[in-house]
């Protein structure tokens, strides 16, 4: 890989790492804001986006009064413009050729949609557009994570490439159960984070590996350099010692 396309995939990760620890971070300060308790098991993420306060009785009944909600609403937004740039910059550094792999980079980039959605449409303002937003990070995201984990470049650690698999399963395991208010002692805020995070951990995950982790070098052969001299001899074109004055 070109110099030029490592400072782009190291770019990548970063949106990555930002995008996710922005996004958790203001989750913790827009939670940290209601005035009744905010439960992970009771409300949803999208609780903490609504505009108005009200009681809502779908998926179940529950109090939403979040004062953070534009701060909240913001995070969803720079959290899918991150995904997609990650999406956009890593090429040849996180994903193989073809098309496997041009769908694995586009499922996610369609959850990074789905959540640029879901931040300018909050559920209460605009609820089929924040649903269509949901389904693209629950659902295509996910999907997503199972392609990847046959669409990642050999260098990818065994480790990230059956995470993503198996990370993918379950995610889409939890959003069936969450649509069909089988919550298993969850709640249904718990199950649908267990529908949605995965990705958001794994991409953290996948990010911080290809910022840490130096760079691939062409690895040589035994051999390559006694290869190398005589063909070089051959062809005339070896490094001869100078005889010149001043030379060694």
């Known amino acids: 890989m070109t110099k030029g396309g490592q400072v782009k995939a190291r770019i990548g990760y970063g949106a990555w790492i930002v995008g996710v620890a922005q996004f958790f971070v203001v989750h913790v300060i827009a939670e940290s804001a209601w005035a009744r308790p905010y439960s992970w098991a009771r409300n949803n993420i999208s609780d ?18 979040s004062p953070e909600h534009a701060l909240m ?25 073809g098309r496997v792999a041009a769908t694995a980079r586009l ?7 789905g959540f640029v ?16 937003g949901a389904l693209l990070i629950m659902a295509a995201g996910n999907i997503g994570l199972v392609v990847a984990g046959f669409a990642l470049a050999p260098r990818v650690p ?14 889409l395991t939890a ?21 949605a995070f995965p990705l958001l951990l ?7 590996h290809g910022v840490i982790a130096r760079p691939a070098r062409a ?16 062809s005339g074109t070896a490094d001869l010692p100078s005889t010149s004055k001043g030379h060694v």
């Open 158 to 171: 065994l480790l990230l490439r059956w995470g993503a698999v198996l990370s993918g399963v379950t995610a």
């Open 117 to 132: 959605l879901v931040g300018l449409a909050p559920a209460d303002v605009n609820e089929n557009q924040h649903v269509l």
């Open 219 to 234: 690895r040589k052969t035994p051999g390559h350099d006694a290869l190398h001299a005589a063909t070089a001899l051959r």
């Open 107 to 113: 499922l996610p980039a369609g959850a990074g949609a």
């Open 48 to 65: 903490l986006g609504n505009v108005h306060c009200a009681v809502q009785s779908e998926p179940e009944p529950r109090y939403i009064c």
């Open 175 to 195: 959003l069936v159960l969450f649509l069909s208010h089988t919550y298993l002692g969850l709640g249904m805020g718990g199950m649908e984070r267990v529908a």
């Open 73 to 97: 609403n913001v995070s969803f937004t720079a959290l899918g413009v991150l995904l997609l740039v990650g999406a956009a910059l890593t090429g040849g550094a996180l994903w193989r050729t």
């Open 202 to 208: 794994w991409s953290l995950a996948v990010a911080t």
